[in-house]
């Protein structure tokens, strides 16, 4: 497609379960970022990836969180044993450039956590 | 104290109104910075892009940036219906991997 892709729109998980998140970036982008934007904030980093390489994780809020980028195309964020506090949007955005290149967005996953 | 200051409004002018959007830093090591806008349920799409200090403008939309005051504007001329939205700035240290960002400022235009 022509821009990015994410799925679900929108999850309801109950407290405990897992849940994973996929993203699929502008075809060719180098760069993909995962942000957290929870109700009335903005969006908070969580995670980088270079192509394949996973080169900044320093915005994960804890070891639930998990994020992979296999092929360097597609990315996947799972959260394990969900929290009522992780119900929020993830954004997944992805970038041509590799370090100041504009960032594409998706229209996000919205999680709700019960 | 957060980072980047924003105030979320909400900010209600009639069209054709000029609206002045504004963030307030702390990180003297910003050196670029981004206003994005967002409508409701989809993600942020980037309006302006500044490097360093200086002003852009671009069509209605023109960004200001005083780094001594560590100050960001984004004024809208004739502004228009479609263009409520939320208004977040953005800005990092020296490249887009890690941005941080306002709060947002809710933005309706009033026909």
């Known amino acids: 497609g022509a821009g990015v892709s994410q799925s679900p729109r929108y999850k309801v998980a109950k407290r405990g379960q897992d849940v994973a998140l996929r993203c699929d970036p502008i075809s060719g982008h180098v760069s993909l970022f995962w942000y957290q934007q929870a109700l009335g904030q903005g969006p908070e980093f969580l995670t980088y990836?270079?192509?394949?390489?996973?080169?900044?994780k320093s915005g994960l809020p804890s070891d639930r969180f998990f994020a992979e980028r296999p092929e360097g195309s597609v990315s996947t964020l799972k959260i394990q044993r969900t929290q009522q506090e992780d119900s929020a949007v993830y954004l997944c955005a992805s970038s041509l450039d590799a370090t100041t290149g504009e960032l594409f967005f998706g229209e996000g996953s919205r999680l709700t956590v019960l | 104290q957060k980072e980047v200051e924003q105030d979320p409004g909400p900010l209600s002018v009639p069209e054709g109104a000029i609206v002045s959007l504004n963030c307030t830093y702390s990180n003297s090591a910003f050196q670029y910075f981004m206003w994005y806008r967002q409508y409701s349920r989809k993600g942020p799409e980037l309006l302006m892009y500044t490097y360093s200090s200086g002003n852009k403008e671009d069509g209605r939309f023109t960004a200001q940036v005083d780094k001594s005051s560590k100050y960001i504007s984004l004024f809208i001329r004739d502004s228009q219906p479609s263009d409520s939205a939320t208004y977040l700035c953005?800005?990092?240290?020296?490249?887009?991997?890690?941005?941080?960002w306002g709060l947002g400022t809710s933005l309706a235009v009033n026909p």
């Open positions: 990836f270079q192509n394949e390489a996973q080169l900044d």
């Open positions: 953005a800005m990092s240290p020296g490249n887009n991997r890690k941005l941080i």
